[in-house]
């Protein structure tokens, strides 16, 4: 079982900036497309970007120019750095692995103010 945990969430005004980092277990992680997605009370969880084990990126539209997904597979961590934040990101930020290592984190919450 893959195990994910998310960090870096927290309250920031708008235009501010946050990093979110998820660590994952398993020795298979150099290989894993890894994403992150959000979900907004009230609302269906949504993709938000994704890496591939070769580093390929892609981003939902809402966030392109602003958000940056990389990865370091020497510490077995994903990143998503968040720029330019605006009251619509507020989320709760989730970190996946894709299949076949499929498993979600527990989340962590991003609060933008206005």
């Known amino acids: 079982q893959v195990q994910l945990v998310e960090s870096g969430g927290g309250l920031v005004q708008a235009g501010g900036s946050l990093r979110l980092a998820c660590a994952a277990s398993?020795?298979?992680?150099?290989?894993?497309?890894m994403g992150w997605y959000r979900q907004a009370p009230g609302k269906q969880r949504d993709f938000v970007a994704a890496i591939t084990g070769s580093g390929n990126t892609s981003y939902a539209d809402s966030v392109k120019g602003r958000f940056t997904i990389s990865r370091d597979n020497a510490v077995t961590t994903v990143y998503l750095q968040m720029n330019s934040l605006k009251p619509e990101d507020t989320a709760v930020y989730y970190c996946k692995s894709f299949p076949p290592f499929a498993s979600w984190g527990q989340g962590t919450q991003v609060s933008v103010s206005s």
């Open positions: 398993g020795s298979t992680f150099s290989r894993r497309a």
